[in-house]
């Protein structure tokens, strides 16, 4: 699923562009590295080879981007931003329980074909336990995301208190992003069972709480 993801959802670790010229610059580089990371991985991603690719000097690339991690923190926030988005417009609309259950299962199947859809949003997010910066951009994607989930199980007429719908919703946004990072780990066959483990676990805890 090809996402239209947001211009200008800038890293703090960069220059923010001001000017058109420099931000369709930024908009040129961050589109090179999204093409080089998809043919071989971020791991095997140079920033020379941006440069060369996006038509700019070595040193014109870091007035931008001052490192590799800078670029790939900037695509990780773009992806968030447009899941954030589903997720909000996905839950925006629940009335009540059975809404809920239905909005939720629906999300997790898009989220999982987000996933597997897009190579350079598995590549970046499969390194995230190892970059400290991108473990903290995915507890505030999960907090943010849980905070729509909450809202739509308050809405829903949920019996927790809004201190535990937060907390609960959470750690069920947590656990999913875990999940699809391990179900695009495996086998297929395997990931889809582990995404429909997961959707019916969460579904439950909604359902009795």
């Known amino acids: 699923m090809n996402q239209v993801l947001p211009v200008d959802q800038a890293s703090t670790t960069r220059r923010e562009p001001t000017q058109r010229r420099s931000r369709e610059r930024v908009e040129r580089i961050l589109g090179c590295a999204s093409e080089l990371i998809e043919k071989a991985g971020s791991d095997s991603m140079r920033m020379s080879d941006v440069a060369e690719m996006a038509g700019i000097s070595i040193g014109s690339l870091y007035q931008y981007f001052p490192d590799k991690a800078a670029i ?7 992806y968030n931003v ?8 996905g839950l925006g609309g629940v009335q009540d329980s059975e ?8 999300l997790i199947d898009i989220y999982y074909a987000m996933f597997l859809a897009e190579p350079v949003m598995r590549d970046i997010w499969s390194g995230t336990q190892a970059d400290k910066a991108l473990r903290d951009i995915d507890i505030s994607d ?15 007429g949920s019996r927790l208190n ?24 495996v ?22 709480s």
């Open 162 to 185: 809004r201190q535990e719908l937060e907390s609960s919703s959470f750690l069920i946004m947590q656990l999913g992003e875990a999940t699809m990072r391990l179900a695009i780990s």
């Open 187 to 208: 086998e297929r066959g395997e990931g889809a069972a582990l995404v429909e483990h997961f959707k019916r676990m969460a579904l439950r805890e909604m359902v009795e």
């Open 142 to 156: 999960s907090r943010i995301n849980g905070a729509a989930l909450a809202n739509a199980r308050e809405k829903s």
């Open 82 to 89: 447009a899941g954030q988005e589903c997720i909000a417009d």
């Open 99 to 106: 809404g809920l259950i239905k909005a939720f299962g629906e």
């Open 72 to 78: 790939i923190r900037t695509l990780a926030e773009r």
